[in-house]
């Protein structure tokens, strides 16, 4: 079975609502030569169309670097790699979009990000985060896996370091990627940000119902937090998978 569609069979949800008609945040997978899988969700700078224009430019380099470390699965070995890219960026004619910095020359070029290389045999995953978490739901109990502190571009900071997390899969847990749109949406009676905390609850009361329902639940919750008065500010991207 093509190794795409066997990871994509176990998604119960995959909520995608970009700000404005495109948008910086993007699901993001490779197949590797051992027969497994890296899979995520990217934030990239920006929204709207400077914040497309940055998802081109970071998926370009999320592939041409995974290609020149030899289609690694070390996932921290690829964000230390294009952080150094995307640091050097706006001195480097040689970049793909070089044609458009003045679409972006207001934003500084780097992403969030949560990735996980995935091994069908064993179920496990090893987890490397930049600023974004990993949620692992299992019998009901929220475990939380933290990201590295830091995004990856943004700021050149010596010594930054992006380190995995290895876990080891039971059935039917179940992992959820996620942007920081969802959680910084204001809206409420008190017009407040959703924020996480909110977000554990919501998702763990989504775990019995339906996976085809899942993120049908999740766009009306955001969309009734949100009401018609606030504006959505930024984009929404909510990936959930069931083990």
């Excluded at 995608?16 to 990217?42: A, S, T």
């Amino acid at each position: 079975m093509n190794l795409n569609l066997k990871l994509i069979s176990q998604i119960p949800s995959f909520l995608n609502i970009p700000k404005d008609n495109l948008g910086g945040d993007f699901f993001w997978y490779r197949n590797l030569p051992d027969g497994n899988i890296i899979f995520g969700v990217i934030d990239c700078t920006g929204h709207g169309v400077p914040g497309a224009l940055m998802s081109v430019l970071v998926n370009y380099q999320l592939n041409q670097t995974h290609r020149a470390l030899g289609y690694t699965n070390e996932i921290g070995n690829i964000f230390s790699l294009i952080d150094k890219v995307l640091c050097d960026y706006d001195t480097d004619a040689d970049l793909p979009l070089s044609s458009f910095t003045s679409d972006i020359s207001d934003l500084n070029s780097g992403f969030d990000a949560a990735l996980c290389y995935y091994n069908f045999s064993t179920k496990k995953i090893k987890f490397c985060g930049a600023k974004r978490p990993l949620y692992l739901y299992r019998n009901g109990v929220l475990q939380e896996f933290q990201g590295n502190r830091n995004s990856v571009g943004l700021f050149s900071i010596a010594g930054k370091v992006f380190k995995e997390t290895e876990i080891q899969l039971q059935k039917n847990d179940q992992l959820f990627l996620f942007s920081d749109g969802y959680s910084d949406q204001i809206g409420g009676p008190r017009k407040k940000r959703y924020m996480s905390k909110r977000l554990k609850e919501t998702l763990q009361e989504l775990l019995p119902i339906s996976s085809k329902k899942q993120h049908i639940k999740l766009s009306e919750t955001i969309q009734a937090w949100k009401g018609v008065e606030e504006e959505q500010l930024d984009d929404i991207l909510v990936l959930g998978i069931k083990i």
